[in-house]
């Protein structure tokens, strides 16, 4: 079982639309987590960190579900711009210091 | 100023030479990871540094693969006899510590022929 599940995708949305994605981790004792963005062909960027308790940064809002072992992504108003690949990442330290990546979920906002 | 960088952007090989990939991480930054990205795959961890020792080498594939950060700078990848399955986006990323931002170069395009 991979440690890090996304639904690839793809997306395609119109501008202006809210876009979710969820994302699952299979080891309870993961402890941080992460969106990545990534445009084609370049490197990974972070996004936003997600806390506990949900985080939001402008259009963008971050969840987290220990529970249930999932974290989510919520994008409104899309833009343009936000067409990348959104990366769920997480972090375990109980064996090391690893960061799992998912497989990343494909975005296209269509004017 | 100056992010990660890392060379060469590309390398193309052939199978059963030795290729080494160079990161120069962002100054100041102990933690260092080297990942590899596959096509339509998220970035794999293989090893990641806290200053100069391997902290943790559990993502490496096999014996082929090697990494050093002799001076806790600069870290150099290493493959001894690549195979064709070895290619993919060799990506490094550092930060200042654990679980702080990590922040990636843009990658070594490793072909093996």
């Known amino acids: 079982r991979k440690e890090v599940e996304q639904d690839p995708g793809p997306f395609n949305v119109p501008e202006g639309a809210t876009v979710a994605f969820n994302c699952t981790y299979s080891?309870?004792?993961?402890?941080?987590f992460f969106w990545y963005r990534q445009d084609c062909r370049k490197e990974p960027k972070l996004l936003m960190s997600?806390?506990?308790s949900g985080n939001e940064d402008g259009r963008f809002t971050a969840q987290l579900n220990r529970a249930s072992q999932y974290i989510s992504l919520l994008i409104r108003d899309s833009k343009l711009s936000d067409s990348a690949t959104y990366l769920c990442?997480?972090?375990?330290?109980?064996?090391?210091?690893?960061?799992?990546f998912g497989t990343g979920t494909s975005l296209t906002v269509i004017p | 100023g100056a992010g990660v960088s890392q060379t060469p952007s590309n390398k193309v090989t052939e199978k059963g030479k030795y290729v080494e990939l160079r990161c120069d991480p962002i100054?100041?930054?102990?933690?260092l990871y080297w990942y590899r990205q596959s096509l339509g795959q998220g970035p794999e961890f293989l090893i990641y540094?806290?200053?100069?020792?391997?902290?943790?080498d559990s993502g490496l594939p096999n014996d082929r693969f090697f990494a050093v950060r002799p001076e806790g700078s600069v870290s150099t990848l290493k493959i001894q006899r690549t195979e064709r399955g070895d290619s993919a986006v060799y990506l490094c990323?550092?930060?200042?510590?654990?679980?702080?931002?990590?922040?990636f170069g843009p990658g070594t395009r490793l072909t093996v022929l």
């Open positions: 100054s100041g930054h102990t933690a």
């Open positions: 990442v997480v972090n375990t330290m109980n064996t090391g210091n690893q960061f799992y």
């Open positions: 080891n309870s004792a993961s402890q941080s």
């Open positions: 990323a550092s930060s200042l510590g654990l679980l702080n931002e990590q922040f």
């Open positions: 997600v806390y506990s």
């Open positions: 540094f806290q200053g100069t020792g391997a902290a943790d």
